[in-house]
């Protein structure tokens, strides 16, 4: 297949363009789209566990792509000892207590999206999903509610996020020279935080709508950190911003740049947003069109509430059958068809030989379908997953090894809890017939239509209400 057929096809509908590839070469092919470095595709689970158990100095980050918001200094665009430390930087907010403590914001957000849907309405939950899903990020990592001070920001990330699904704008990046690509879509700073003037040529391509709004985000943010930074601005304590804060000024490690900061903000701002709310849509579709599994799910809820006296986070966490559909979901219908790496020396895997610089790929279907792995792999079937720890190989929605998705922990959470209020204060009917499959939907694979359902019935809020989130700086909306 030429090479520009190659990036179009993956860049647009990169599953089945797996699948294809699968279907006429085998568990292992290689792909080589214009303007990216060759990459080696594993389907077979052994390999993939080999490309999962490799070292640090064997295999670094492939995600490229990322630059376009994110930049260079985000853990997911370093590697070896720098990739280390922006995890221990990160990875406490997300883990046991202090996740468990951003759980009340989780569901007041739910709460008010809730709120505002009306008994006969039908709404796609893809896209309220989106949109809850940013509201859940905004309020854990800045501490702020819902108030017109974060509002600017909040459209910029949205649109930045809905956009960054264009396969054209994809394919534009990938053959873009690293340095121009980042002279459009970010610009750069003087040392107190103001925009350099743009040279002659970057004027007229600045004008899309990503690229404003990539441009517009980072401003903001920056202007945020240099206000919480120098004293203007509070960082409520409780929030990640805050928390991430505290951990780098005690870190051992060299001192976090205000730049850094933004580019580890842009992260946790993108990177759990549209995966999210499309693993929302794809458990949404499953369950309610397996009816008998939304039941199940909305029983083990109703006990729970029962017990507890309210939706209680920890033990919502705790809810069995809510975590076996979850994972059940995640495994039938990944979200990402590969995890890439990029070799830094020659190695090999599974009798391959790849050379420094190539990138390998370990096809999350290969294990998450393989029928000796998961019989009847492509059937829902959560109980299949109640009291199941499954090989790393066999389920891997967040990648895997040293480089796993620093928020899984989180994203788990925030499903599980969206689900559970869902449950607990709504009646709803699916208005597809017909078993989700995927839809061509870019890098990231969404179910086909969406998740349209019909509200039959919406219930009061709980009496022991969550506590509500605050208000923070006006500086977020500038």
């Known amino acids: 297949m030429p090479s520009w057929l190659q990036l179009y096809h993956w860049l647009g509908d990169s599953r089945a363009f797996y699948a294809q590839q699968r279907a006429l070469h085998g568990d292992v092919f290689t792909i080589r789209p214009f303007g990216v470095v060759p990459s080696v595709v594993f389907a077979h689970p052994a390999a993939v566990r080999e490309i999962l158990q490799v070292t640090p100095g064997t295999f670094g980050h ?3 792509l990322a630059q376009i918001s994110v930049g260079t200094d985000s853990v997911i665009l370093r590697n070896g000892d720098p990739h280390r430390l922006a995890r221990r930087r990160l990875m406490p907010s997300f883990l046991g207590a202090p996740l468990h403590a951003l759980g009340p914001r989780m569901l007041e957000a739910t709460d008010e999206a809730i709120d505002a849907l009306s008994p006969g309405e039908q709404v796609d939950f893809l896209w309220l999903g989106r949109r809850l899903t940013l509201h859940i990020i905004f309020r854990t990592l800045f501490g702020v509610g819902a108030s017109g001070r974060y509002d600017a920001l909040f ?70 950190v240099r206000d919480v930074r120098a004293g203007r601005v509070e960082a409520l304590p409780d929030s990640v911003f805050a928390q991430i804060l505290r951990r780098a000024d005690a870190s051992d490690g060299p001192a976090l740049g205000d730049d850094e900061l933004v580019s580890e903000l842009l992260t946790l701002l993108l990177a759990g947003h549209d995966t999210t709310a499309i693993a929302l849509s794809w458990a949404l ?69 790849i050379p420094a610089g190539v990138m ?46 620093v928020g899984a922990a989180f994203a788990t959470l925030e499903l599980k809890l969206i689900l559970a209020r869902l449950a607990q204060r709504t009646e709803l009917r699916l208005l597809l017939s017909e078993a989700p499959v995927p839809g061509r939907s870019g890098i990231l694979a969404q179910p086909h239509g969406g998740a349209p359902v019909l509200v039959t019935a919406r219930h009061p809020r709980e009496t022991r209400s969550a506590r509500p989130a605050h208000s923070s700086s006006a500086s977020l909306a500038r």
């Open 62 to 64: 492939a995600n490229d």
């Open 155 to 224: 459209r910029e990330v949205l649109t930045l996020a809905e956009g960054a699904q264009d396969p054209f704008a994809m394919m534009a990046a990938t053959v873009l020279p690293p340095g121009l690509l980042a002279a459009v879509t970010r610009g750069s700073h003087d040392g107190e935080g103001r925009r350099r003037r743009d040279p002659a040529w970057v004027v007229p391509l600045r004008s899309g709508s990503m690229v404003r709004a990539n441009r517009r985000v980072r401003d903001m943010l920056l202007a945020h």
């Open 285 to 353: 579709r499953l369950l309610l069109h397996h009816e008998s599994t939304w039941a199940a799910l909305c029983n083990e809820v109703a006990r729970s509430v029962a017990e507890h006296g309210a939706l209680d986070v920890s033990a919502v966490d705790r809810l069995p059958y809510l975590d076996a559909a979850v994972r059940e979901s995640m495994r039938l219908q990944p979200i990402v068809p590969a995890i890439a790496r990029r070799a830094l020396v020659d190695t090999v895997i599974a009798g391959v030989r």
């Open 360 to 405: 390998v790929q370990a096809l999350t279907t290969g294990g998450q379908h393989d029928e000796d792995l998961w019989p009847d792999a492509r059937a829902f079937r959560p109980e299949r997953m109640l009291d199941t720890s499954a090989r790393p190989e066999a389920l891997l929605p967040f990648g895997g090894g040293y480089r796993r998705c």
